[in-house]
């Protein structure tokens, strides 16, 4: 089976700069999550959606930050503008399920590094 | 907000089994307790979740006492291979509420 895609792994942009990530879930996963890990830290739930409807955007920056699944698959997040407290990986995670007790299964993130 | 708290670091040799120990205090009735493994590069990988008394499977051992306010994340004979970053975590809330973890290092 494979895992959760995300594309590109590493991205290095100056500060004011916009940038995108994408993600592909596990196919038939409902449920897509994107987390924010900054250096030393646990991953930070930015936006959780359930098929195409956000679940919970609680901890998304929406004067900069904007994520959308169109079609309840694939997945962006973008940044607009980027800053340099914006430096860390995000991270791409899908259930089967919006349960909470449901495992969570991550791709392995993209490294965004704000100059 | 539910909090979990866990040490910062351990060190074990190898072929030693490994005990890390949650507290969770204000856990819920209806919370599970997850623990999920982070390898540097990689997002966390789910190792293992209970609500009471012991869990095993095929990587470790959950161990739950009666009044769920901490539990136990047992490896057996580690390897420099689990050498990583644990997190404990509920999942009975949304959203999952990932600390800091445990850095574990396995030294040969």
């Known amino acids: 089976e494979a895992g959760v895609a995300q594309s590109p792994r590493y991205k290095i942009i100056e500060k004011r700069q916009s940038v995108a990530f994408w993600c592909n879930p596990i196919?038939?996963?409902?449920?897509l999550y994107w987390y924010q890990q900054i250096l030393g830290q646990g991953p930070k739930l930015l936006i959780q959606?359930?098929?195409?409807?956000?679940?919970?955007d609680s901890q998304l920056p929406k004067d900069r930050f904007s994520a959308e699944r169109l079609k309840g698959v694939d997945s962006t997040l973008k940044i607009q503008p980027a800053k340099l407290e914006d430096s860390a990986v995000y991270l791409c995670?899908?259930?089967?399920?919006?349960?909470?007790?449901?495992?969570?299964?991550f791709g392995p993130g993209t490294r965004l590094t704000v100059l | 907000l539910a909090k979990t708290t866990q040490p910062i670091s351990m060190d074990s040799y190898e072929g030693q089994e490994v005990n890390i120990t949650c507290s969770h205090n204000?856990?819920?009735?209806?919370?599970?307790i997850t623990w999920y493994q982070q390898f540097p590069s990689q997002g966390p990988r789910f190792i293992i979740q209970?609500?009471?008394t012991k869990v095993t499977n095929e990587v470790a051992s959950l161990f739950i006492p009666a009044d769920r306010k901490s539990s136990t994340l047992s490896l057996p004979r580690v390897s420099l291979s689990d050498t990583a970053v644990y997190y404990c975590?509920?999942?009975?809330?949304?959203?999952?509420?990932f600390g800091k973890g445990t850095r574990l290092s396995v030294i040969a």
């Open positions: 975590l509920f999942s009975g809330n949304t959203p999952l509420v």
């Open positions: 959606f359930q098929n195409n409807g956000v679940v919970d």
């Open positions: 196919s038939g996963h409902a449920t």
């Open positions: 204000n856990i819920a009735t209806n919370d599970y």
């Open positions: 995670a899908s259930s089967s399920t919006a349960g909470s007790t449901d495992t969570q299964y």
């Open positions: 209970g609500y009471k």
